[in-house]
């Protein structure tokens, strides 16, 4: 690889920070958007608990990350860390499964946010979703071609605003109810609690995409390390306190439109904060994309040679082109690439965690523990994959 030469530039700590927070699906869209989705309203009056435990139980692929990184930080992230550990030829079907999962990823989250989100924010939209779907592709694509360092300090600037929403959202929520601790517990259907709980976890999985910046963040692994496990922590807090006040609407009316964090907002506080919530959620998803992007670049040139610049302009190509074809039907488009992408990602990601008992039982130094983080990661993307496979409409 060549990873830290030529167009890789040395990155600031801070914009790794950024980076990292923003891969976590956005703080705020994960509590705005994801998380109500992940826990279902039989489990809302336990999304404290479900939370905590989700988080926790994440530690699991975290460590394995961890671990793989202590030995090797370069672009090439997850396929870098299969290559070490089994060889080339497993990387590759690695490496470029992962790279299917996330240019479909690209392609159908941009039509989330111009069919679902804005419309949040703006209602006077809708005629015009096709145009946007476009120009919105076209214009985040342009800018992480030409001005990618820009960007990521937009994506830091984007991650303090969210948190400052979060805030702001879960004091409204507070101020009317206040804090209960039965948030904590399992009040009732313990399976859907359980289910909840892997389905949190879950929500974490993108936080594999600072790995790639590897072979570029200034201090090397040791700071990549601390950037990834400081940036997951951080966001697990920030999320469970946020997130717990949410169990008031239990049972509610709320709960079973998924509660969105626009319609919380607006019932606890008015038409301001919905509008806030809504404008940085979108900041949060599409800074989630732009971190996705960034990640993809530095995949196809680790495993290929080509440039940065080349490699980005043949993830901006696709990711256009999916945009394109969208028009034709943005709806059912977006049904027939979510499957694929998933299966994909979670396939991809067992492929790693898989590989790291395999290196463990090669180089005989395989212990309880390692078996615990392979088992654990493991059962974890397969339950992603029954998930998915089981849930979605198309396959």
Avoid at 83 to 106: F, N
Avoid at 221 to 231: D, F, K, N, Q, Y
Avoid at 242 to 255: C, E, N, Q
Wanted: proline share 4%; hydrophobic share 55%.
């Amino acid at each position: 690889m060549s990873d830290g030469a030529g167009e890789l530039r040395p990155l600031p700590s801070i914009l790794l920070w950024g980076f990292a927070i923003s891969c976590l699906g956005g703080p705020l869209a994960l509590l705005a958007v994801e998380l109500p989705d992940a826990v279902g309203g039989r489990a809302l009056d336990s999304i404290g608990l479900v939370t905590l435990a989700g988080a926790a139980l994440f530690v699991a692929p975290m460590l394995v990350w961890w671990r793989f990184s202590a030995r090797i930080a370069s672009s090439g992230g997850l396929y870098a860390f299969t290559r070490l550990a089994v060889g080339e030829r497993v990387a590759r079907v690695q490496g470029w499964t992962w790279v299917v999962s996330y240019q479909l990823y690209l392609g159908f989250t941009v039509t989330e946010v111009v069919y679902d989100l804005l419309p949040q924010a703006f209602p006077g939209v809708d005629p015009w979703r096709k145009w946007l779907l476009v120009g919105v592709a076209c214009g985040l694509a342009a800018a992480l071609v030409f001005a990618e360092r820009a960007v990521l300090w937009v994506l830091l600037g984007s991650v303090i605003a969210q948190v400052v929403v979060m805030v702001v959202l879960a004091g409204a929520v507070l101020s009317g109810h206040g804090w209960s601790w039965s948030s904590f517990s399992v009040a009732s259907h313990s399976g859907s609690v359980a289910r909840g709980i892997a389905n949190a976890s879950l929500l974490f999985v993108c936080g594999s995409l600072p790995l790639f910046l590897g072979g570029e963040v200034t201090g090397g692994g040791r700071e990549l390390r601390r950037i990834v496990a400081g940036s997951a922590g951080a966001v697990a807090v920030l999320l469970v306190v946020t997130a717990a006040p949410l169990a008031v609407y239990a049972g509610s009316d709320l709960a079973g439109l998924e509660l969105p964090g626009h319609t919380v907002a607006l019932v606890e506080s008015g038409a301001t904060l919905a509008r806030w919530v809504a404008v940085v959620a979108i900041a949060s998803v599409l800074g989630l994309m732009a971190a996705e992007f960034i990640a993809l670049t530095r995949l196809l040139h680790a495993m290929t040679g080509a440039g940065v610049q080349r490699s980005a302009r043949l993830v901006a190509a696709g990711f256009v082109a999916l945009a394109l074809i969208s028009l034709i039907d943005p709806e059912r488009l977006y049904s027939y690439m979510i499957t694929p992408s998933l299966v994909a990602l979670y396939v991809s990601q067992v492929i790693v965690f898989g590989s790291y008992g395999v290196m463990k039982l090669r180089e005989r130094v395989l212990r309880p523990s390692d078996l615990l983080v392979t088992a654990v990661s493991c059962g974890l993307m397969l339950f992603g994959l029954e998930v998915v496979i089981s849930q979605q409409p198309y396959f």
